[in-house]
């Protein structure tokens, strides 16, 4: 069964301070995978897509890498501002040749304190 | 544009009722997609379109039925509502779903709950 793991659960971090966001995946065979910032009673909303080829890529102050051999990827977010306070959700899409099944992880809740 | 734009925000329904979510989105994307989100969970796909007039189900699509008659619009539609289907509801669309790396677009979700 496809997974989707995060890590941590929750985060709380003082305004201005980075941090790191994981994600583990056993989607198999991957196609790709995004990161989705979701605020409180909000949709969620696209940061990155990555596909298998591509370690990295950047929108603003987050940074996402993906390393598709141990099946991981981290969102890395730099500077934090008390707008970053959201539910972060990391995406798996399997290349199933047709339409592409999708795993939602179950997100990481950042907090930013002032 | 608006986007993805659903209605109702929030709804309580009695046990047995019947209702229907409505999604609709002006990015003339052909795919179309419900998902719930129950707290402490991933989303979940009850079902999903590939374009107007197709529609399959996704990972939870029992005591749920859909439609989409033309491009805009996929309802959601809630038979014999019961407790379980308390959860926050999702629409989403997408330009393509096979092949490449496609981007979804949420609506603001609705907020139902069956008592």
């Known amino acids: 069964k496809n997974q989707v793991e995060q890590s941590p659960q929750s985060l709380i971090i003082l305004e201005g301070k980075n941090c790191t966001l994981q994600c583990n995946y056993t989607v198999s065979p991957f196609s790709n995978l995004r990161w989705y910032k979701q605020d409180t009673g909000r949709g969620p909303v696209s940061l990155t897509i990555?596909?298998?080829?591509?370690n990295t890529k950047s929108n603003g102050r987050y940074t996402a890498t993906l390393d598709a051999d141990t099946k991981q990827s981290s969102l890395h977010i730099t500077a934090s501002q008390l707008s970053d306070s959201a539910s972060y959700i990391c995406v798996v899409s399997e290349n199933s040749g047709g339409y592409q099944k999708v795993t939602f992880g179950t997100g990481t809740k950042l907090q930013v304190i002032p | 544009n608006a986007g993805v734009t659903q209605t109702p925000k929030f709804r309580i329904l009695k046990i047995g009722q019947s209702m229907t979510l409505q999604c609709t989105q002006d990015?003339?994307?052909?795919?179309m997609y419900w998902y719930r989100q129950d707290p402490g969970m991933g989303l979940k796909l009850i079902y999903y379109?590939?374009?107007?007039?197709?529609?399959d189900k996704g990972e939870v699509p029992n005591g749920y039925n859909v439609s989409r008659s033309t491009t805009e619009d996929f309802p959601l539609r809630l038979e014999l509502a019961a407790p379980s289907q308390t959860s926050v509801y999702f629409c989403?669309?997408?330009?393509?779903?096979?092949?490449?790396?496609?981007?979804?677009?949420f609506g603001p979700g609705t907020r139902l709950t069956v008592t």
């Open positions: 379109s590939v374009g107007a007039g197709i529609t």
């Open positions: 990015m003339n994307h052909n795919y």
């Open positions: 989403a669309s997408s330009y393509s779903a096979s092949g490449g790396a496609y981007e979804q677009y």
């Open positions: 990555m596909t298998f080829s591509e």
